[in-house]
């Protein structure tokens, strides 16, 4: 059973050379494969350097976000080598190879397509979350709801009590999948540009009938999106989130016109009170 990982890269060479230098000599790794997003300074040029034996750099035409960026990757693995696991992965994730092992074991259990590790952002743990309602979204619309959004998505702590446990969505920033799995969905959508991208994977594995699972004893530590924070400002990400979340609810959740009319309403009044806060910060 050979395995891909696909690490994403834009503009920020720094962390992905620190990734590159943590896993490189991991066996259980076949393949090492850095797609640069068609990142506006020099980190192909830099990245292309570390190229060797199983690392290879590869780059897009043009940088359609975090969807399309891993596809490139994915659709490269699985073509050129034929690998039977993708690994997706930030560059900014610490991960030993113990913990790949052992989740790449659970992969072969029979109804497993997909296993995330447990994520530590900063103490702050992440075990994957249910499939958001247009309730759940239009709560997340509304300042000082969106803590109680999140909340109503998490499930109880007593089902993480075994191994490994079947959840509907899993952290994007580390996960392993089938190969002919993430082939029969057919990828990533690439309609979104950032954000997201979770909760319609999710959604698309679900609809087909495959289980993602969430690995309790294997934790994996995520240093929280620097090359995301380093491209964009606070106001245009929350922008971008609201796009996905909107193609997220009309095309997956087929949300009827007055709830689309709904979200739009609330985003509205939440992005206006968003720029005043960020006006208020020195526009950060």
């Not at 990734?19 to 393949?31: A, R, S, T, V, W």
């Not at 491209?231 to 709830?259: D, I, M, V």
Request: contains cysteine.
């Amino acid at each position: 059973m050979s395995t891909a990982i696909i690490i994403l890269n834009y503009n920020d060479s720094t962390t992905t050379l620190e990734m590159i230098n943590q896993i490189k000599n991991y066996k259980i790794l076949d393949h090492i494969i850095i797609v640069d997003n068609c990142s506006t300074d020099n980190s192909f040029e830099i990245l292309k350097e570390e190229e060797k034996d199983n690392i290879e750099v590869i780059k897009t035409d043009k940088n359609k976000g975090y969807a399309s960026g891993n596809n490139f990757g994915i659709k490269y693995a699985i073509e050129k080598y034929n690998v039977d696991n993708i690994i997706i992965s930030n560059p900014d994730i610490t991960v030993s190879e113990d913990n790949i092992k052992e989740l790449l074991k659970s992969l072969k259990y029979n109804n497993v397509s997909l296993i995330a590790p447990t994520i530590d952002e900063n103490g702050e743990i992440s075990k994957g979350w249910r499939i958001p309602t247009l309730k759940d979204d239009l709560l997340s619309n509304i300042n000082y709801f969106h803590k109680y959004a999140t909340e109503r998505m998490k499930y109880n702590t007593f089902i993480y009590k075994d191994n490994i446990t079947e959840v509907e969505v899993v952290k994007g920033c580390f996960f392993i999948i089938k190969s002919s799995i993430i082939k029969d969905i057919d990828y990533f959508d690439e309609n979104t540009f950032l954000y997201y991208e979770e909760n319609i994977l999710g959604k698309k594995l679900k609809n087909k009938g495959y289980k993602s699972y969430i690995h309790n004893k294997v934790i994996v530590k995520h240093n929280l999106s620097k090359s995301i924070n380093k491209s964009f400002n606070s106001l245009k990400k929350y922008k971008c989130l609201k796009e996905s979340q909107r193609y997220f609810e009309k095309t997956y959740n087929h949300t009827n016109f007055f709830g689309m009319l709904l979200l739009y309403i609330t985003y509205y009044v939440s992005y206006f009170i968003a720029f005043i806060i960020c006006l208020l910060r020195g526009g950060k």
